[in-house]
């Protein structure tokens, strides 16, 4: 093809190019501006903020409940098992580190 040719089909391009950002800008501007599509518009000014409304009736006092039935006895407790120790029945001591993990030990630098 020759440039006398060429040159339309480059410009027309271009417009279509023009013509879809353009569309696709207006399509999407609303939603990134956080704006209704009312207000997007812009062929009306805001409307005044309605009156509070007024205040409801009170309503009806309810009906006394019915009196509930008596609790039963409760049974007697079992007795209670002995606790077993995990590690022996010796409570650790502050300066004792026999129980200590080696990883423990290092992190420390007691070792």
């Not at 956080?34 to 006092?61: C, I, L, V």
């Not at 019915?66 to 029945?89: A, E, I, L, M």
């Amino acid at each position: 093809m020759t440039d006398l040719t060429d040159k339309p089909d480059l410009t027309r391009r271009r417009m279509f190019a023009k013509l879809g950002l353009a569309v696709g800008t207006a399509y999407v501007a609303p939603v990134m501006l956080h704006m209704s599509p009312a207000q997007a518009s812009g062929a009306s000014r805001p409307s005044r903020p309605s009156r509070p409304s007024r205040p409801s009736r009170p309503s009806r006092p309810s009906r006394p409940s019915r009196p509930s039935r008596p609790s039963r006895p409760s049974r007697p407790s079992r007795p209670s098992r002995p606790s077993q120790s995990v590690r022996g029945s010796q409570p650790s001591r502050p300066g004792n580190t026999d129980d200590m993990p080696l990883w423990m030990l290092q992190l420390l630098g007691l070792i």
